[in-house]
């Protein structure tokens, strides 16, 4: 096992300025750009990483660490950004994730006080139980996710433009 809750700390704490550094001052034809039917492009991921920090990840952390009998995760709307989409840009967004995720990061801190706790379980609807080191390293390859799902994202956008060079290209394949 390789968790550590400062290394992923380190990852979510970077997320925010990686996507600023990245996405800032891209024209709209990236920003909405996506893989065909169905699938998100890069502004819509934002907004999926921000109703994750408002309503997925603290409150589960909470649940597990909670002294209560009732450890049922409470339910996650994976696609409320899509049927609730926010009308804001993508630099609000953009700050948005950044206040919520710091703001984040610090209930952690302030919630674990000790390594015994990443073994507490929580009750997932789909998994069953689960450990908090488990939420906690799925927050953050959850965060490597969307960022390789954005760069997949804007790379496809330009997948008949390199030409032959495609071959070469492994985030094309």
Request: glycine letters at 4%; charged letters at 25%; a negative charge.
């Amino acid at each position: 096992m390789n968790f550590s809750l400062d290394e992923a700390i380190q990852i979510l704490e970077a997320t925010p300025q990686t996507l600023a550094s990245f996405l800032s001052n891209l024209s709209n034809d990236w920003l909405t750009c996506n893989e065909g039917q169905g699938t998100w492009n890069t502004s819509q991921v934002i907004d999926h990483l921000i109703e994750c920090e408002k309503t997925n990840w603290i409150p589960r952390i909470k649940t597990i660490l909670a002294e209560s009998e009732n450890k049922s995760f409470p339910p996650f709307d994976r696609d409320a950004h899509i049927t609730n989409p926010p009308k804001t840009s993508l630099e609000q967004k953009l700050a948005e994730f950044k206040q919520l995720r710091l703001q984040n990061i610090e209930i952690v801190k302030d919630l674990i006080k000790s390594d015994s706790q990443f073994e507490l379980t929580g009750e997932h609807p789909v998994f069953g139980k689960v450990k908090l080191r488990e939420l906690i390293s799925t927050w953050m390859v959850h965060d490597l996710t969307h960022l390789s799902q954005i760069v997949r994202v804007m790379a496809e956008r330009y997948r008949k433009d390199v030409g032959p060079w495609e071959e070469y290209l492994g985030v094309l394949k």
